[in-house]
């Protein structure tokens, strides 16, 4: 087993994009980070902040569903 990513708090939940990109909640850092791209290696080649200020963020969902999303909605306590 390898590491695939670090410096996360506590991801909670992964949710794919129609173009492969990644989104995920780091809930007690109260942000969404979007994964961009694979190495060869399997790993991201880009990690970005999607979002910040959070309180407790626990779920994200696109909307409306399908192929062309506009929207990235997120579960906040």
Known sequence: MELFLKGLRNPRQIRMAPNG?????DTSAGKIKVLRG?????????VETFATGLRGVFGISFYPPGPNPQWLYAGNT
Do not use: I, V
């Open 21 to 25: 990109d990644l989104f995920f909640t």
């Open 38 to 46: 694979r190495t060869a290696e399997g790993h991201p080649q880009q």
